[in-house]
C-alpha cells in the first residue's frame, strides 16, 4: 500500500531562516507521481510542485527548493529566508492509481509557523 | 486560471436539514473529486467523478449524495448529518491522463460545514 510520512508535525522558525520539510514515502510502484501542496489558513490547498519518479532532477523556484532522491524515497522541500507569508500547513503526496482515476495519498502535513 | 470555486463558504444545518454543496471549474477538467477534511488531519478523499461518471466512492455514507450534472460543476448533497460529520470539504478537478497518474488536482478554498 502506498504511504506518505511526514515526521515533522509541526515547525516554528523566525523570519529569514531556511526550514527544511521532510517527506517519506513508500510505494511498490515504479512509476508514480510526488506533490507538495500547502494550506494557508483560509482552507485552500494550493498546488505547489509535481516530480515524477523518473525525474530525479532538483528544482528550484524562487525561495522554494525540492529535493528528490530515489535511494531513499524521500522528496524534501526547502523554504530558504522564510517569511511570514509562508506560514501554512504543507502536504506532500503521492499519487495512486485506483480504478481508472487518480487517488492522492497525503501525509499528515507539517504546520510551519514562520515569527516575526 | 486554475480555479474551483466552491459555495458556500459556511454552512452551518441541523441534523435533520437537507443542503447541498456546489463546486465549479471552467479549465476543461474531467475529473472531479470530493475531499473531507477535520481539523489537523489531511484531507480524506470520498468520491471520484470522470468523464461526469461516478469512478470512485470510498465508502462514504449514503446521507451524502454525489452529482455531476454536467462537466464544470459537482455537486455534494447533504441529508441527516450526524455532528461528527462537522468538517472542510473540498472539491478539486483535474485532467484525465492516459496513465490515470500525474495529474494535477486543483482545489477550491471549501466549504466549512457545521451540523448541529
Known amino acids: 500500500a502506498q504511504k506518505v510520512t511526514q515526521a515533522q508535525t509541526e515547525i516554528s522558525v523566525v523570519e529569514k531562516e531556511d526550514v527544511t520539510l521532510d517527506c517519506v514515502y513508500e510505494?511498490?510502484?515504479?512509476?508514480?507521481?510526488l506533490f507538495w501542496y500547502k494550506q494557508p489558513p483560509s482552507g485552500e490547498l494550493v498546488f505547489l510542485i509535481r516530480?515524477?519518479?523518473?525525474?530525479?532532477q532538483n528544482e528550484i523556484s524562487g525561495r522554494y527548493s525540492w529535493n528528490f532522491q530515489k535511494s531513499t524515497s524521500s522528496f524534501n522541500f526547502t523554504i530558504t529566508a522564510s517569511q511570514v507569508v509562508d506560514s501554512a500547513v504543507y502536504f506532500c503526496?503521492?499519487?495512486?492509481?485506483?480504478?481508472?482515476?487518480?487517488?492522492?495519498?497525503f501525509g499528515q502535513g507539517t504546520r510551519l509557523t514562520i515569527n516575526p | 486560471d486554475t480555479e474551483v470555486t466552491q459555495t458556500p463558504k459556511h454552512l452551518v444545518m441541523g441534523m435533520t436539514n437537507k443542503k447541498s454543496l456546489k463546486c465549479e471549474q471552467h479549465?476543461?477538467?474531467?475529473?472531479m473529486y470530493w475531499y473531507k477534511q477535520k481539523a489537523k488531519k489531511p484531507p480524506e478523499l470520498m468520491f471520484v467523478?470522470?468523464?461526469?461518471?461516478?469512478?470512485i466512492n470510498e465508502s462514504v455514507p449514503s446521507r451524502f449524495s454525489p452529482e455531476c450534472p454536467n462537466s464544470s460543476l459537482l455537486n455534494l448533497h447533504l441529508h441527516a448529518l450526524q455532528p461528527e460529520d462537522s468538517a472542510l470539504y473540498l472539491c478539486?478537478?483535474?485532467?484525465?491522463?492516459?496513465?490515470?497518474?500525474?495529474?494535477?488536482?486543483?482545489f477550491g478554498a471549501g466549504t466549512r460545514l457545521s451540523v448541529l
Open positions: 478539486a478537478s483535474s485532467q484525465i491522463r492516459t496513465t490515470s497518474l500525474g495529474g494535477i488536482q486543483y
Open positions: 510505494t511498490r510502484d515504479t512509476t508514480y507521481y
Open positions: 516530480r515524477n519518479s523518473f525525474d530525479e
Open positions: 503526496a503521492l499519487s495512486e492509481a485506483l480504478q481508472g482515476a487518480q487517488k492522492l495519498v
Open positions: 479549465m476543461g477538467h474531467r475529473a
Open positions: 467523478y470522470s468523464y461526469e461518471k461516478l469512478s
